[in-house]
């Protein structure tokens, strides 16, 4: 297989970036491992911001971000049982939009195969080489098990936080920046109508819970867990109970329970970023916590930025955007890492925590929802900074 960029990965950031490609009029094979329909059915991130939207508007007027998903205006932080609503068009004039990501890769799917893409399920990257030269490979296994090459001019690891591609970037799959955290979350979906019109960031003694929403007949909740938890210890009357408990001041509308799972938390950035002709983005490169929903829209500010200096590359003979493209995304990249540090940190209880720590963190909670400068704080990275240029 001869194309001018081998893609590995067809989430979001390996579609869109296959798109803006072809905008440019750059030719690329984009292969995952996994069959259409398991990219099609993984529930993953939920919330949108502006720019992503703005984005996904652009590439395809038919997506179905504006009728089947929301837009939100605002989200509700809630500690001692009090709630203080974070106004984000009133202080920033920006939204964000409640979409899930398996929607809007249903949309990717079907326009790239629309428009020609050549995409294939079920092939399996073994091997990237040849990095330092002008022709890198890609080896690996269709779904039939037979081998394939991709020749290629430069190869673009979106293969999320297990990324074969990264070795060949940054010399070893595990170099990087690492932070754990002693909890988890556990993340529910239920048969239910909401239980609030926006979503609830909710601090309480027992711990962090998140109120969010799928549909007006589906909704997706979390809380705080013990990382090793087992999603299946519990009964349902207990996973109410705790969910109740942990948002005090709201009654929750119960409805049957049809999916359950233990969501890791972690904070990685990959030492390097780019090597020679092969560059990571999205969790390829990076993965944050959950609380602030970063992780999908900074993949796709990760391939803005890449798919221009790849233009800049294959079609001027230009490399000083490629050469840049490292430094640029990471000066996002770690603006994104602190607000999803930052937001963790300020809503959870870790295991332990002194009283000073947890008095600590109520004042600090009081003084982002008091201030109008703490509030615009939050709502300027939650709704999503401007792309770097
Ligand atoms: C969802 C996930 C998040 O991490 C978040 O901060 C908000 C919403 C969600 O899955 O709905």
Same mark, same amino acid.
């Given at each position: ?179 754990? $955290? ?39 909740? $979390? ?167």
């Amino acid at each position: 297989i001869r194309t001018r960029v081998a893609i590995v990965g067809a989430g979001p950031a390996g579609l869109i970036l296959s798109h803006l490609l072809a905008d440019a009029g750059i030719e690329s094979v984009v292969i995952d491992q996994r069959s259409r329909a398991e990219i099609e059915t993984t529930i993953r991130a939920g919330i949108l911001e502006q720019g992503t939207v703005d984005l996904l508007t652009a590439i395809d007027p038919g997506t179905r971000v504006h009728t089947v998903g929301q837009r939100h205006d605002g989200i509700e932080l809630r500690f001692q049982g009090e709630g203080h609503r974070i106004d984000f068009p009133g202080l920033v004039g920006r939204s964000v939009w409640l979409y899930p990501q398996h929607e809007a890769l249903k949309d990717l799917l079907a326009l790239r195969l629309s428009q020609g893409q050549d995409l294939r399920f079920g092939a399996t990257a073994v091997r990237v080489e040849g990095v330092d030269t002008a022709t890198p490979q890609v080896s690996g296994t269709d779904a039939d098990g037979a081998e394939f090459v991709i020749d290629a001019e430069f190869v673009v690891g979106a293969d999320g936080s297990r990324s074969v591609v990264r070795q060949a970037v940054a010399g070893s799959s595990r170099d990087g920046h690492f932070r754990e $955290y002693p909890f988890a979350w556990f993340g529910i979906l239920c048969e239910a109508p909401p239980s609030a019109h926006e979503l609830i960031y909710s601090n309480s003694d027992d711990g962090f819970a998140l109120i969010s929403q799928r549909s007006p007949e589906v909704q997706r909740m $979390y809380f705080q867990c013990d990382p090793d938890a087992d999603p299946n210890a519990l009964s349902e009357a207990e996973i109410w109970e705790t969910l109740q408990r942990r948002v005090p001041g709201t009654t929750l509308t119960e409805g049957r329970i049809f999916q359950r799972d233990v969501l890791r938390f972690r904070s990685f950035v990959a030492h390097e970023l780019r090597h020679g002709r092969a560059a990571l983005v999205g969790d390829a490169a990076h993965t944050v916590p959950p609380t602030g929903a970063k992780g999908m829209n900074l993949a796709v500010a990760d391939v803005i930025i890449l798919a221009r200096a790849l233009e800049a590359l294959l079609v001027r003979n230009d490399e000083r955007l490629i050469d840049a493209y490292a430094e640029t995304a990471l000066r996002r990249i770690w603006k994104a890492q602190h607000f999803s540090w930052w937001m963790t940190s300020m809503l959870h209880v870790a295991p332990g925590t002194s009283d000073f720590d947890r008095l600590r963190q109520i004042g600090e909670l009081r003084s982002v929802v008091e201030s109008e400068a703490g509030r615009t704080f939050l709502a300027e990275a939650y709704t999503g900074w401007p792309v770097e240029s």
